[in-house]
């Protein structure tokens, strides 16, 4: 074999294991923890099993599993079993046997819905955070977050660090993580909830850290804490409702963070239409069908097909529930792609949290579900109350986690933690070496020599430049990085009319 290509293909196999080496270890949300003990475990065609967790809350919950689908932990705000009292400030985190992590307790919420979201550290497989926000002005206002580490404890981990403020003002009660572009770092997404707000926050998370960008002002301009996001499958779409009557769309570009294409599929702040008080949003699998869920006396299940030019006028009624009294309901995509629904039983005078010991019945025993969310109308299958959940009982909440498997936008501008090499046959076009490298490093073509005046640039993480110069005609030209941190980069070359990109790494020294 020609010496060159072989040098190009250890090259590729040394890339292969460094995408393994900095890209996170997988990580799945094929388990539920929430309401009052829940504990589901999905497959790929339904739930596989149920059992008995230590979740007692209303609202707030969200669990990660591993790649092979076990359980690795979950938390939730507020808990009533371990403070035996209804505290707004208090949430938990659990291990896999159900038990209070380490240093677990005292994690500051404000007892909503959808106030916490669990993520992998992109720098480390055994770190996590957990994001959580604080969304009235008196309790806990603004966005925290916390670490796990579950390298401690012989697997089942510790909490080392907790209630790190990022934001002290109110934010709305949904925070939302998506992946970003390149696979392995995330975006993470919330709306001010200041008074007359319409700014759409943006907060990334990479292996150096976590850095707030700046915020958008975009959207409908809210004053209240129930505004919630969900993100299409394949994270390129933003819906937003408020409860006072918004349903609106963003377009979200992973490479970036910015939102774009705002519109309206429904802006009628101030109506006294029960129907229109917005409460939970759900994608189907295609991205096609939007699902929304209300709150108030009566609870309201919508479907609307994105793809009428009017969504609004494609609405389809699904279900209304009005006995017992039902303030909401909360709907999630599942692994197996239906959507679930949980309804907190309400006595008809007061929002029962914690349920009675005597309170169990259809309603908060049960998950409803759509079987098919990717057809139109009822056709859809929407079956209320058609999950049984032996043990425990359902509030308002279901987990707020992402999905975890999501990968990256392949051949976008950010997918620099792709395998090999990415345009024009530069496999056999060029050789970096050395690579990883400490201050500098060479560039070789296989074929010839570089045009006069070849362009180079140097690429971080978030595809922000960090490099640039000139290569004048030289075989073996020598570029200079020592000012570069340790990590990955990408080399982009301009040689007359060929573009090359190739990753480089910057070797801790």
Known sequence: MDPYKMKVIKHVIYFILLSCAVTNA???????????????????????????????????????????????????????????????????????????????????????????????????????????????????PGLRYSKVDLSQNGGLGAVTQKNILLYPNPINDGLLAIKHGN????????KHSDFQ?????????????????????????????????????????????????????????????????????????????????????????????LYVATADWTSYLFQFDLQNAQPWQSKVLLDSIDVPLAPASTIRRAPDN????????NNGTSFNYPYPDT?????????SVINYPDSGGLVCDYQPFSVFLPGCRTYLGLPNNPDYTLGPVIGSPCDTLSVGIIENEATEQLVVA???????????PIHGVFSANTKYE???MLFQKVGEGRIDGENNAMIRAENLLPGVYLLKLFSGTKPFRVKIVKADN
């Open 197 to 289: 707000s319409d700014t759409i926050q943006t907060l990334l998370v990479t292996p150096n850290g976590i850095t707030i960008t700046a915020g958008q002002p975009l959207g409908a301009f809210i004053e209240s804490g129930f505004y919630r996001f969900a993100m299409n499958p394949g994270g390129t779409v933003l819906a937003g409702i408020s409860i006072r009557s918004v349903i609106e769309l963003f377009d979200f570009d992973r490479c970036t963070g910015l939102l774009s294409n705002h519109r309206y599929i429904r802006n009628n702040i101030g109506s006294t239409d029960l129907k229109e008080r917005f409460w939970s949003v759900e994608f189907s699998s295609s991205g096609r069908y």
């Open 183 to 190: 696979g392995r770092d995330w975006w993470l997404i919330y």
């Open 26 to 140: 997988q990580f799945t949300n094929w388990n539920w923890a929430f309401g009052d003990s829940c504990g589901i475990k999905f497959n790929s065609t339904g739930i596989d099993s149920s059992y008995i967790t230590s979740v007692n809350a209303r609202g707030t919950c969200a669990s990660i599993s591993d790649a092979s689908n076990n359980l690795l932990f979950y938390a939730s705000s507020p808990d009533y079993n371990i403070w035996n009292s209804f505290n707004y400030e208090r949430g938990a985190v659990y291990n896999n046997n159900h038990q209070v992590m380490q240093n677990g307790l005292y994690i500051k919420t404000s007892a909503w819905y959808h106030e916490m979201v669990i993520l992998p550290d992109p720098g480390n497989a055994n770190e996590f955070y957990i994001f959580t926000s604080g969304v009235t002005s008196t309790i806990n």
């Open 359 to 367: 309170a169990w019945n259809i309603y908060n025993t049960h998950l």
């Open 338 to 345: 239906r959507i679930y629904r949980s309804i907190a039983w």
């Open 458 to 460: 140097i690429y971080d």
């Open 434 to 444: 050395p690579n990883p490298f400490k201050d500098q490093f060479k560039v070789t």
